[in-house]
């Protein structure tokens, strides 16, 4: 079944639809899960948690991307799990992947709009050569480890974390461009 045809079982408000979802993206979004989470329980917790708020923000919302709709939800809600779960001791990795991205991007409440972040990050990713951005989408959107991103590619850990460090340069310079900056 194709994404507009979920969708539009969503629309009509069939629970066919959820089915549907979960039939054709459930793996993808429980690995996405587990990835942040690290429990098979919370993945799953996680996994329906997407599944009801997707069938209560569709309608009205209407994804051009259905997967990359849910992915977004998928992530917003692991990341939620993980902060009630560990209020104050956050989870390493993404401290870690947060501590990263802060070098170079500034805070959306600091003069610069979410959407006006996001717009200039997708002119970025657009710039880089398909290589580099399935790293830094693989390490930065999916959470992917050094180590299995180096794997992935067949190299060094070092290498991977040279490659990154170079991207984030190129990105916060690019984002200084224009004009949005931590100054």
């Known amino acids: 079944m194709t994404d507009d045809e979920i969708i539009a079982l ?16 459930g793996i993808k979004l ?51 799990m993980i902060d009630q779960k560990h209020a104050q001791k956050r989870n390493a990795v993404l401290v870690e992947l947060t501590a990263e991205m802060e070098q170079c991007i500034p805070d959306p409440s600091a003069n610069h709009s979410q959407e006006e972040i996001t717009e200039a990050l997708n002119a970025f990713l657009g710039t880089l050569k398909q290589e580099q951005r399935m790293l830094f989408v693989r ?27 170079r991207i984030r340069k190129k990105l916060e310079k690019f984002l200084k461009e224009r004009g949005i900056s931590y100054e």
């Open 10 to 25: 969503l629309f009509h408000r069939e629970e066919q639809g959820v089915k549907e979802i979960s039939a054709k993206y």
């Open 139 to 165: 390490r930065y959107w999916y959470g992917d480890s050094i180590a299995e991103l180096a794997k992935m590619r067949h190299c060094q850990e070092g290498r991977i974390k040279t490659i990154l460090f």
């Open 30 to 80: 429980k690995q996405l899960a587990f990835r942040f989470l690290e429990n098979e329980q919370d993945a799953e917790e996680c996994l329906n948690d997407v599944y009801l708020k997707a069938w209560d923000a569709i309608p009205p919302q209407k994804p051009t991307y259905l997967f990359a709709y849910l992915a977004k939800i998928c992530r917003y809600t692991a990341f939620s």
